[in-house]
Each structure stands twice: as structure tokens, then as C-alpha cells.
């Protein structure tokens, strides 16, 4: 618990941006790889993207890719999902989320990724 937190969600406008951040408390987050969740009202948890341990291989999902993208600053524990062009339909509490598994790709499966932040609740107003 409490070993990555979000922040930067918001109540914003259709077609307006934000930029989440997830830092990491654990020790060895720098060598997991990070991805980001989100979760609407009635709706099950979906992937949103993923990023490698090093930050050079991204994956996304259909709804995210051209609008969103991830980022990671190992330097600082830190990962950042910058969403451009948002829409009604991406409002949901997004959560952060770290794989330690090093044998496998990026995966897009919650069960994949031990740890998880709290969330923090993004809302686009149409």
C-alpha cells in the first residue's frame, strides 16, 4: 500500500488536456514496467498504456493512441500520461500500475501488475 501515487486529475472541458503523474515509494520501481488503468462508474477496469522498465517501448490502447502519451523519468520514479483532445467518454478514476515481471512484453491485464496507486478521478465536461 502507498507504494505509487497519482495526481493530476481534474474536471476539465472537451478538448482540453491533462497530464497525470505516478510516483513511485518502492525501491526498485525504476526496472518494473508502469502502465496506467482506468476505471469508469459500472464499468470494469481497462488498459490504457503501458511503458517498459527503460521508457522506449510503448503500447496503447485504441482509445488512447494519437491523444494520449506515456512517458517516464526513471531519475525520478516518476511516470506521466499526457492526454491531449479529451472526451466525455474518458472520464473514470485512472490508476497507476507497476509489472515487476521482466520475462514478459507489456501486458493489459490488471491481474498482470502487483502494484497498484489509489487512482485519481479525471471528469471531461461535453
Known amino acids: 500500500q502507498g507504494q505509487l501515487a497519482e495526481s493530476g486529475g481534474g474536471l476539465v472541458q472537451a478538448g482540453d488536456s491533462l497530464r497525470l503523474s505516478c510516483v513511485a515509494s518502492?525501491?526498485?520501481?525504476?526496472?518494473?514496467?508502469k502502465a496506467w488503468f482506468r476505471q469508469a462508474p459500472g464499468k470494469e477496469r481497462e488498459f490504457v498504456a503501458a511503458?517498459?522498465?527503460?521508457?522506449?517501448?510503448?503500447r496503447y490502447a485504441d482509445s488512447a493512441k494519437g491523444r494520449f502519451a506515456l512517458s517516464r523519468d526513471n531519475a525520478k520514479n516518476a511516470v506521466y500520461l499526457q492526454m491531449n483532445n479529451l472526451e466525455p467518454e474518458d472520464t473514470a478514476v485512472y490508476y497507476c500500475?507497476?509489472?515487476?515481471?521482466?520475462?514478459?512484453?507489456?501486458?493489459?491485464?490488471?491481474?498482470?501488475?502487483?502494484?497498484w496507486g489509489q487512482g485519481t478521478q479525471v471528469t471531461v465536461s461535453s
Open positions: 500500475a507497476a509489472d515487476r515481471n521482466q520475462n514478459v512484453g507489456l501486458r493489459s491485464l490488471p491481474s498482470a501488475y502487483e502494484y
Open positions: 518502492l525501491r526498485t520501481a525504476s526496472t518494473y514496467k
Open positions: 511503458i517498459s522498465s527503460g521508457g522506449g517501448t510503448t
